[in-house]
């Protein structure tokens, strides 16, 4: 508990001491300290958590008393704060957030470049405790003419969760980002591509890496996913795929003095449901088998986290490679993509330039007038799981299905990207209802029988 003390009075005097003059009534004489008009006369002291003493000082009597019973209360609460922990900077306390929070994958890497560039310059150095909501609030909208909305989420979560760490340590009271607004994140619809263009790309792709373009349509892995997949992922018999790991290639710090790369890893997958199988069709299943045979697995000696508490080297027989026997990495991936983008779409060119050209020789028929089909810029192997997942919404998939074969780890997720591909058909909603009532007698006559 926390009591309050007159610091300018001594609370057990000596018999016959000099009463003060200047406080002492008939009714209460006291008698002067040494610290008598020196400073603020009130004092409350308490002991905190840690057993350690505590004091501050205080002007008025009444305001020591709110003080005291407020500390009082808190310690009894278990909420007490102590105020020179306040005085820890922000940066102490994010540090010893993000060394010690459980990522996987380059989220470690993202967190720390979220911080250092983001949010460091303008609260790094500053108190915890100082920190208010009005400048937070600033903070986002000046941070919004820079990032996108949904990263400025992101990064501004990281905020969040140092503050939430700061409460949970007794070192502030509240977090400061409550009720902060954010610029509204407004997601694209999802346009799946064209099956042309899926086509082309296949086709463009080099020779080494054309089924694996075309394993990535047919089973919606995602790119590390699809990376990181060694032969015995693969079963042939059964035709399906099984995803355990991913291929992980670390962003690398601009602050760092390495003059390589940071070395890529087979990491856990992005989610525990992204532990799945996904069955193959047949195409996809001759396509690897071919590849194999043209192009043998490499034995790739990778550091392997798989298991975050005994990471190891080991040698993994890896299903695609580039033409050094080395595992692909994202950068390097980046430039065979954009040749094959362009090839794609001179190839989409020139099928549409003879489309239109026997349209015109036919005569122009109404309502057979060619469409051009393009690979949008900026389409990347991530947009063939899309159209992997709108194949499976074409064809009456339920969210479920869906959800599980793209390895999402919950149905809202699924529906939050893809809600929009799943048909709204009156007639088969008609359908569906006539085939549980269609027995059920008439409670009515009809219409036209009903005399007037």
Sequence with gaps: MASVYDRWHLSRPKKGAEPCAAHSSKTNVLVPSKDHGKGKRWQVRWRDAAGEQQKENFAKRSQADTRGDTIGADLARGLYVDPAAGKESFRAVAERWRTSAVHKGTTP???????????????????????????????????????????????????????????????????????????????????????????????????????????????????????????????????????????????????ADEEEPPEPYLGEPKTHESYRTVPLVGLAVDALAAHLQQYPAAVVDIEDRTDTRKPKRRKATMLWTNERGVVLKRASWSHVWARMEERANESL??????????????????????????????????????????????????????????????????LDIYTHLWPDDEDTTRAAVEAVLGDVPALCPPVATISR
């Excluded at 909208?141 to 949904?150: E, G, I, N, P, T």
């Excluded at 042309?196 to 089973?219: F, W």
């Excluded at 919404?393 to 699924?414: A, F």
């Design 349 to 414: 060119n020139k099928a549409y330039a003879e489309a239109y050209s026997a349209w015109v020789q036919r005569g122009r028929p109404k309502g057979e007038e060619p469409a051009p089909v393009r690979v949008p810029e900026g389409t990347s192997m991530h947009d063939l799981r899309h159209f992997y997942a709108s194949a499976l919404i074409k064809h009456r998939e339920s969210v479920k299905t869906v959800q599980r074969r793209l390895g999402h780890s919950k149905p809202s997720i699924t």
């Design 109 to 255: 890497s993202r967190v720390e470049r979220g911080l250092r560039i983001h949010i460091y310059p303008t609260f790094g150095d500053r108190p915890i405790v100082t920190i208010r909501p009005s400048e937070i609030q600033a903070w986002v909208k000046d941070r919004s003419q820079v990032l996108a909305a949904s990263t400025l989420r992101v990064t501004f979560s990281y905020l969040v969760t140092v503050m939430h760490t700061a409460v949970r340590d007794r070192t502030i009271a509240i977090n400061p980002c409550a009720g902060i607004k954010l610029p509204e994140v407004r997601r694209p619809e999802i346009v799946p591509l064209h099956q042309d263009a899926v086509r082309a790309l296949i086709e463009a792709a080099p020779a080494r890496y054309r089924a694996m373009i075309l394993l990535a349509v047919a089973s919606g892995l995602r790119q590390g996913e699809v990376f990181g997949l060694e032969v015995d992922c693969v079963d042939f018999l059964r035709r399906e795929v099984t995803v355990r790991q991913q291929l992980i290639t670390p962003d690398k710090d601009v602050d």
